[in-house]
């Protein structure tokens, strides 16, 4: 039984692909709290918008960048922001990483698409 995820803003079907989306226990340097993670979307249904912040080396305990970039998931059709993409998906290659560490922001990696639980209408598909 798949789910269908809509906006709870205006209620538009965002064709979110139960097949594709990541375990919630997986793990990610971004977290995962509060949020269902995809690793593939039809970008017809939404808005990107760019954001680059440069925040402080301090801001937390294990920060994972001084300059973060990633990009606001806008529903099409009401403009609500309903999450982001992040570039700490799955790695595009199977390199060990920098001197043979585990994947490091150096491998390449796949995007991920993080939508907020609180900007979703789950429904079960009957």
């Known amino acids: 039984m798949a789910s269908i995820y809509c906006c709870k803003e205006c209620g538009t079907n965002l064709n979110l692909q139960s097949t594709y989306l ?6 990610f340097e971004a977290g995962n709290k509060g949020t269902l ?21 301090f801001e937390t ?6 300059q973060r970039k990633r990009t606001k998931i806008k529903c099409n059709s009401c403009g ?9 998906g799955a790695p595009m290659t199977n390199s060990p990483g920098q001197f ?10 796949n995007p991920r698409y993080r939508f907020k639980t609180k900007a979703l209408r789950i429904a079960s598909e009957t």
Do not use: T
């Open 100 to 109: 043979h560490m585990g994947p490091s922001q150096v491998v390449p990696r």
């Open 37 to 57: 993670s995809f690793a593939l979307i039809d970008s017809s249904k939404f808005k990107f918008d760019k954001e680059d912040k440069i925040r402080p080396f």
């Open 61 to 66: 305990v294990n920060y994972w960048g001084i």
């Open 80 to 88: 609500k922001l309903v999450g982001y993409i992040y570039d700490d």
């Open 22 to 27: 990541y375990p919630p226990d997986f793990y």
